[in-house]
């Protein structure tokens, strides 16, 4: 029997658990070897020679054949083997080819850098064959012009130059020249010292390589070198852009002057600065003339001129939205009147049953959109009824027919004329019994607002936010006004809007409310708005839908600040976020230098007046944390309203979100309670305040909020002394009593004389002495009161110049305590 036989009968027999290990080769043919647990089964590979049936085992004897394994057990194993050398055959010819495809990108790399470094050399040729020629060239001309401007040579020098003296013939005179080295063998050195090769790169090194300006520069250094000496560059004058402050080194940098030399003149100037230091405008404009250069002053205020002030063309402006601002008195129906409009229950949602927000919405009437800016109406907020007229299209003044003409509501007039915009009188509440149209339009008439039904041209229109009567008027005469304006608008350009108003959100960081007055404002937009930038990450409509655009009149919910800004700041879209954080940085610290010059004492004298007029005066201080930035701001503004000469509130800091442990260390620190408006502290927070012992309290009302400051402020003004007087007495003798001293036998001539109240002694209607009683005697009892036409004697403590005829003024001092109005 054969060894391949052998080998088979094996395979057969014995691998119940074998697996393909390696192939080796036998002759032309490959093998696959299956080891077994007892031994190693060389198959042949398919195409090869085929091995002997299932039945031909050793010779073509089936009973010699192991027992337990079966044709088709056999057969399947084979199979399997079989496979599994098919599936080796295609991974070997996959990673052929991958190595194929992996030699061609080399090679087609290699052949573009190989291109690449030819282009780089035939070009740098090209430019050093250029440089030689017009060396030469040079060269030529000046060898010409000295040989022009160069005397005519003697008779002796002619034949010195020819070998001839005195008709003998001489020897030529040789010269040794110095052997000059091959100018075209260092210009080829120095010409590859620049260049990067593929044997440069692969090495490493450190990665520097000189850059092409450089290359040029020593180029040039060795052309002026060949041509016998240095020849002095042209002075390049720059415009130098210098702000109100700048360093040295940044001076020199752009002078393009070394650092050294500028910090040499200005010590020559008597100034010992050194590079990092800063100098101001007019000091560096010393310097740059001195160099040569021209200055180009610029102030900080130049950044903001980044920002677009373009003037729209008129074929490029498109109808928008006209925005209405409801304005009026506290309870007069704004909020309903503007729910009735919007078929929306906002009023409901209001704390105390009063708006203390602006908000925006838009509602669509007859195809149309119009959006409407809710104002507060309590006199707190009258800087943020202020921002709403200042944006707005149209006012409607909202005045109860019930009710008439209130402050607010002429406070709303003076807003709405400042603004310079129109208005309309919407008489609300017309439903009531006690509804009096005709006085509203009376009253306005005082303030300069005359309705057309009384001749004049503000319209006027009875409404009813319970019974829905005379909206549909109202509409009218928003529509007709906003067809007046012709309101317009470029939406294809940089956005730009006013903030309405502003929070910080827990889950949503600082969010502003904006209303977009020109341009589209999109996602992704860099805006700086304020002291604050930001990229827009998400548009929320007043309805809580996200949008991708927000065109002119629109007012959406803007989201990726990097801060909150203030009520009323206008926001821009910029190109750059570099541009807008620049634009930020100088408000902040322009904002910074304003607050500390108006805090500041300048002089010693205002320093002293301003010492002395805090000792005078109490300060009640406080921290105030608001929901948003607008009801932050109104509250601040009525905190300084409160107080008097003698007492007044000092918010230590304002913000906006929830208080925090920070709030509690800076209360603690300064004596101060936090007051929390529609916000409330976290957990930390009230621990901390807990064991420190600081007061935190929560409203929801302004109204509340300011009554009690109000209060706490009062409990720090000086009680009021006032005086009673109750009788006078006049000394009609004076004895002197052993161990007392002196005393007066008086007779009271008006009201009562009291032991216990003050005495004032009167000479020739002069007061004398002013203090207390020391005794008061009946006889020779000690009594607490004496009644008028009775006679007493009283003794003065500590004073004893007293004569007959003197006055005694009986008084009572009551302490008042004083509230601030």
């Known amino acids: 029997m054969s060894d391949d036989g052998k080998k088979t009968l094996g395979l057969m027999g014995g691998a119940r658990s074998g697996n393909v290990k390696q192939s080796f080769s036998h002759g032309r043919t490959k093998n696959v070897v299956v080891e077994t647990k007892r031994k190693r089964v060389v198959v042949p590979k398919p195409g090869a020679a085929k091995p002997a049936a299932p039945g031909a085992v050793r010779g073509g004897d089936p009973a010699r054949r192991p027992a337990g394994i079966s044709d088709a057990e056999m057969e399947r194993r084979l199979k399997a083997v079989q496979a599994a050398k098919a599936r080796e055959t295609e991974d070997v010819a996959r990673r052929a080819e991958e190595e194929r495809e992996r030699e061609v990108e080399r090679n087609r790399r290699r ?44 008779p002796e020098e002619r034949a010195a130059k020819t070998g001839v003296v005195r ?107 050194t590079q990092n230091q800063t100098i101001d405008q007019d000091t560096a404009e010393l310097i740059v003339e001195e160099f040569g250069h021209k200055i180009v002053r610029v ?72 959006t409407f800016l809710d104002t507060p109406g309590h006199a707190a907020f009258t800087s943020m009824r202020s921002r709403g007229a200042q944006v707005t299209d149209i006012v409607i003044l909202v005045v109860a027919a019930d009710d008439a003409v209130m402050p607010q509501t002429i406070e709303a007039i003076a807003h709405a004329k400042a603004a310079e915009v129109p208005m309309i009188v919407a008489i609300n509440k017309i439903d009531r019994p006690a509804a009096d149209p ?62 309405i108003e502003a929070q910080l959100d827990v889950g949503r960081g600082p969010v502003a409310t ?39 009149s629109t007012p959406v919910e803007v989201l990726g600040l990097n801060g909150t800004p203030e009520a009323g700041d206008v926001l821009n879209v910029v190109e750059t976020e570099a541009q807008a954080r620049e634009i930020a940085e100088y408000r902040a610290q322009a904002a910074k ?43 601040v503004q009525a905190m300084a309203k409160i107080g008097n ?18 709030d509690i260390g800076l209360a603690e620190a300064s004596g101060a309670p936090v007051f929390g408006f529609n916000v409330r502290a976290n957990t930390s927070a009230r621990n901390t305040a807990n064991q420190k012992g600081v007061e935190i309290r929560y409203y929801s009302v302004i109204y509340d909020l300011v009554d009690d400051v109000k209060a706490a402020a009062s409990g720090l003004l000086s009680a009021e002394i006032r005086e009673t007087f109750i009788g006078y007495a006049n000394i009609k003798e004076v004895f002197k009593v052993s161990g007392v001293g002196k005393v007066a036998g008086c007779l009271v001539t008006e009201g009562v004389a ?68």
């Open 111 to 154: 052949e573009e850098q190989e291109a690449k470094e030819r282009e780089l050399r035939e070009r740098e040729e090209r430019t050093q064959a250029k440089i030689a020629a017009e060396a030469e060239k040079k060269r030529e001309a000046e060898a010409a012009a000295l040989l022009a401007a160069a005397p005519p040579p003697t």
């Open 167 to 273: 008709n003998k013939v001489a020897e030529p005179v040789r010269r040794e020249e110095p052997a000059r080295p091959s100018r075209n063998k260092g210009r080829e050195d120095n010409r590859r010292s620049g260049k990067l090769t593929v044997n440069q790169a692969s090495a490493g090194n450190d990665g520097r390589h000189r850059s092409m300006a450089s290359m040029k520069r020593k180029q040039e250094r060795a052309r002026q070198k060949a041509m016998g000496g240095a020849v002095e560059r042209e002075k390049i004058i720059r415009d130098v852009q210098v702000p109100d402050a700048i360093m040295v080194q940044e001076l020199a940098n752009r002078m393009a002057e070394r650092v050294a030399d500028v910090v040499k003149s200005l010590m020559q100037m008597g100034m010992m600065v």
């Open 299 to 370: 102030s900080d205020a130049d950044v903001e001129d980044v920002i677009d002030q373009v003037v729209d063309n008129p074929e490029d402006l498109k109808p928008r939205a006209p925005i209405i601002t409801v304005m009026g008195h506290v309870d007069h129906g704004k909020t309903s009147l503007l729910d009735a409009i919007r078929n929306a229950r906002v009023v409901s949602g209001e704390a105390g049953g009063i708006t203390q927000h602006i908000g925006a919405y838009q509602v669509e009437q007859n195809g149309e959109l119009l």
């Open 438 to 499: 005709q006085k509203v339009r009376t009253d306005l008439l005082q303030h300069e607002v005359i309705v057309e039904q009384m001749s004049g041209e503000v319209q006027d229109v009875e409404v009813s936010a319970t019974t829905g009567q005379g909206l549909d008027q109202l509409l009218e005469a928003i529509a007709l006004q906003s067809e007046i304006l012709e309101l317009k608008a470029n939406p294809n350009r940089a956005a730009s809007g006013a903030v």
């Open 514 to 552: 904006v209303l977009v007055q020109n341009g589209t404002l999109k996602l992704g937009d860099i805006f700086v708005v304020g002291e604050q930038w930001g990229k827009v990450r998400a548009l929320i409509s007043d309805s809580g839908e996200r949008i991708k655009t927000a065109g002119p």
């Open 593 to 635: 230098d304003k607050r500390a010059a108006l805090g500041a004492a300048t002089t010693l004298e205002q320093l002293m007046a301003n010492a002395k007029a805090n000792e005078d005066i109490s300060e009640l201080p406080i921290l105030l944390k608001a929901d948003v930035q607008g009801s932050a701001e109104a509250i």
């Open 645 to 662: 000469d003698e007492v007044r509130v000092r918010v230590l800091h304002s913000g906006v979100g929830a208080i925090t442990e920070t």
């Open 754 to 821: 009291r032991r216990s109240a003050g005495v004032r002694l009167l000479r020739d209607n002069v007061v004398i002495h002013e203090g207390t009683l020391k005794t008061l005697k009946r006889f020779k009892d000690e009594v607490p009161e004496v009644q008028s036409g009775q006679e007493c004697g009283m003794a003065f403590e500590n004073y004893d110049d007293i004569r007959p005829n003197d006055v005694i003024e009986i008084f009572e001092r009551e302490e008042v305590e004083r509230k601030l109005t």
